[in-house]
């Protein structure tokens, strides 16, 4: 099942902070953040497993809520370079990921 | 270390016919996942194959068919084209035999236009 994600846009000045969020309505394995800027292939920002264990960038956070299935990215101080959709993908039992429609952040100078 | 390519860039076909796309995995990677993204929506897995088996499907009809080469290389063949057909369609890469545990490596995609 497609996890949600919210909000599925928002506009934000340079400098400002934003978070994204994603849930799921089953039991997560791992949750993986993605973003995607228009006519380019999606590049990869962190996983996150369950247990705690997190790969990623190093400006790039994120939190798992196992118990919730729900997972948090948060994008502080915001460069024009951070426009982009930002997609979460979720894997369960089967392992293999299920992504969200996706956030559509625009950063404006 | 070179990085994930797919061919072609674009495709015209039309209802009923075949086609197939390719993919070409970074070195080392001995995982490939196929995704279709329609406009506006988040990539919807079609299936993986870890070497050379497919070892992971999603919800999409056997006209959906994949193969992967000894040589990083994979291919997506879709019989029977439908009009729904048409979208962006990404492979990604990623090493090891659990891809919901790595970092996967998209290509550029191959955007399909079925008229």
């Known amino acids: 099942q497609q996890p949600v994600q919210s909000p599925q846009a928002v506009i934000l000045r340079e400098g400002e902070d934003a978070v994204i969020n994603c849930s799921s309505s089953k039991a997560l394995y791992s949750v993986h953040w993605y973003r995607q800027k228009h006519g380019e292939a999606p590049v990869f920002l962190m996983i996150l497993l369950k247990g705690g264990e997190q790969k990623g960038h190093d400006k790039i956070s994120a939190s798992f809520n196992e118990k919730k299935q729900q997972s948090s990215l948060y994008l502080t101080a915001s460069q024009l370079s951070y426009s982009g959709t930002y997609f979460c993908?979720?894997?369960?039992?089967?392992?293999?990921?299920?992504f969200g429609s996706g956030t559509q952040l625009t950063v404006l100078p | 270390e070179t990085g994930v390519t797919q061919s072609p860039t674009h495709l015209i076909k039309t209802r009923g016919q075949q086609v197939t796309l390719r993919c070409s995995s970074q070195s080392g990677h001995n995982t490939v996942s196929w995704y279709q993204q329609a406009l506006g929506q988040g990539p919807q897995f079609i299936f993986q194959?870890?070497?050379?088996?497919?070892?992971g499907r999603g919800n999409f009809p056997p006209r959906f068919s994949g193969l992967q080469f000894p040589n990083y290389s994979s291919e997506l063949n879709v019989n029977a084209l439908e009009l729904d057909d048409s979208a962006l369609y990404l492979c990604?890469?990623?090493?090891?035999?659990?891809?919901?545990?790595?970092?996967?490596?998209f290509g550029p995609g191959t955007r399909l236009t079925v008229l």
């Open positions: 990604a890469s990623s090493p090891g035999r659990d891809s919901s545990y790595n970092e996967q490596f």
């Open positions: 993908g979720t894997s369960g039992s089967a392992r293999q990921l299920t």
């Open positions: 194959y870890y070497r050379e088996e497919e070892n």
